[in-house]
């Protein structure tokens, strides 16, 4: 299982992280439904690149996306991009920077 991915997404030029889930967030309804797991997710893009001080980001937007099979990194990756953002996923749209 991985634990965390970091993504630069170009069309949104944004970083995706999407962070496995733990266990703790899951819902006793949805355990009853059938998931078992889960990813959180969040995207964010840099305030500036101003190369003389810190490279400061805003959260956009963050989410999680539920799974009944426990997902590897992939298939949690393209499953969060979906969401976040609201489009299929384009593989040549990713560039996986960082994978735990």
Request: with cysteine; aromatic share 12%.
């Amino acid at each position: 299982m991985f634990s965390a991915i970091l993504a630069w997404v170009k069309s949104a030029k944004a970083f995706l992280k999407v962070q496995a889930g733990t266990g703790d967030n899951l819902l006793e309804e949805d355990i009853r439904e059938g998931f078992t797991d889960y990813c959180l997710w969040s995207t964010f893009r840099p305030d500036s690149i101003d190369t003389d001080g810190e490279l400061d980001m805003i959260c956009l937007d963050s989410g999680m996306f539920l799974f009944r099979d426990y997902p590897d990194a992939m298939t949690a990756l393209r499953a969060c991009y979906t969401q976040a953002f609201d489009d299929t996923y384009d593989e040549s749209d990713v560039t996986v920077l960082l994978e735990e």
